[in-house]
């Protein structure tokens, strides 16, 4: 009776056994097979960007002369800079001798004459434009400083003097204006520089 129950035990803990070692064997499966999964992934993964790194290495090989050739019109036109900053300057400062002329042609009254304008001051200093002229009283002068002031080209105008005179039978009024320009934005330094080379 004692053998017979031994050996029940020993064969029931027998079966036990098996049954961990089974699912000891199922887990180390299991876990290979999700390593290898993992690698095959990765192996995939690094293959797609060495792909991709490839595909963008050929783009590259094909596009260089064109970023070359951008690179160097990058240089090109940060070497016109100074001189195109000149240029815009110049223009600049034609434009504004044109706008004060046709200033002139639409201010000065009728029967006012301009007989003499000449202009004050440096290029780099304040100017004024200095116009001399007659008419025939000193309402028109007073027309002629109102309407400059309303162009907004000149900071101020100012009257310097007024004589009257008589030519012939008629009255006349000779005048001095002084028509004030805002200042000009000096050139930067390597517009100046720029000059200075051209000028070499």
């Not at 199922?26 to 993992?38: D, E, F, N, R, Y």
């Not at 070497?79 to 042609?105: H, R």
Request: charge should be positive; proline fraction near 3%; aromatic fraction near 4%.
């Amino acid at each position: 009776m004692i053998s017979i129950n031994m050996i029940s035990a020993r064969r029931a803990e027998l079966l036990r056994m098996r049954r961990w070692v089974r699912a000891l064997g199922l887990s180390v499966a299991a876990a290979g097979a999700c390593t290898l999964a993992i690698n095959v992934f990765v192996r995939a993964q690094i293959f797609a960007t060495g792909a991709t790194l490839a595909r963008v290495d050929r783009d590259l090989s094909r596009l260089k002369p064109a970023l070359d050739r951008l690179a160097q019109v990058e240089h090109s036109r940060e070497a016109l800079k100074p001189k195109l900053m000149v240029l815009s300057k110049a223009q600049g400062d034609t434009m504004k001798w044109y706008d004060v002329l046709v200033s002139l042609k639409r201010t000065v009254p009728n029967r006012a004459w301009l007989t003499s304008l000449s202009v004050d001051g440096g290029r780099d200093e304040a100017q004024s434009v200095r116009l001399n002229g007659i008419t025939d009283s000193q309402s028109r002068v007073g027309e002629a400083m109102l309407r400059l002031n309303q162009t907004g080209l000149y900071e101020a105008v100012d009257l310097h003097y007024t004589q009257s005179n008589k030519l012939g039978e008629q009255n006349t009024v000779e005048f001095e204006l002084a028509a004030h320009l805002p200042p000009t934005d000096k050139p930067k330094d390597d517009a100046g520089t720029g000059a200075k080379e051209q000028g070499q």
